[in-house]
């Protein structure tokens, strides 16, 4: 089994709908494997919010969320996304509804690891940016920080860590939401779009690197 240019863009289409403004009867929605230890995020595979008004939108970051689903799939982990963009996604204007069923699932099934998969722009520093949140950094996180890095580089990909403008230290984000409410560690994926084209081998190569090192976390 393998992840695919077929497998990731049929996750995907859950996402393209209505020009990436998603679509679906609930605005949340949780996958894959139950009482997994690993929880993948995606809160930007749909067009999302830059603020606390319904006219403050911001484009999707392409192919993250169907990346989300396949990997989780591939991985036998769990995952969470958005489905479609409503205010009850806005994360400008508290916790919203991906928050609660975060929160449930490390209460309910033990998550231990949360791994918050979202998109940047090309560049020549990194093809993933790992972030943390505010420093100081939790143990957990500085021992899967470490271990993401070296799998990651190991396999040939540029990895930085705590990136400027990757972070994720702004209060909306996941991992500052929710690194010390995980008895493990919470970290955010920042991957470089020319890795978020399926059609493209190079992706295809990253994807299933990524969920290498994710099934080795799974086993342990």
Known sequence: MA????KWMKAEELFSSNNYDGAGDMPVEVEGCAGAKILLVATHGTNHFSG????DKKPADLFTGGLTRVLARE?????????????AINPHIGYCEIDHRITELVRTEGVRIILDIHGARDNPVFDVAIG??????????RRLTSTIALRLCDAGWGVAINAPAYRAAK???IVSRHKTSV?????????ARR????????ALDFANDLATVLKEFAAK
């Open 3 to 6: 992840i695919t240019t077929s």
């Open 52 to 55: 606390v008004l319904e006219s």
């Open 75 to 87: 991985s036998r982990v769990r995952c969470v996304f958005n489905r479609f963009r409503s205010m």
């Open 132 to 141: 943390t949140g505010a420093l100081p950094l939790t143990a957990a996180q």
């Open 171 to 173: 209060p909306v984000s």
């Open 183 to 191: 008895r493990g560690a919470a970290v955010q994926l920042e991957i």
């Open 195 to 202: 890795l978020r084209t399926p059609q493209s081998k190079l």
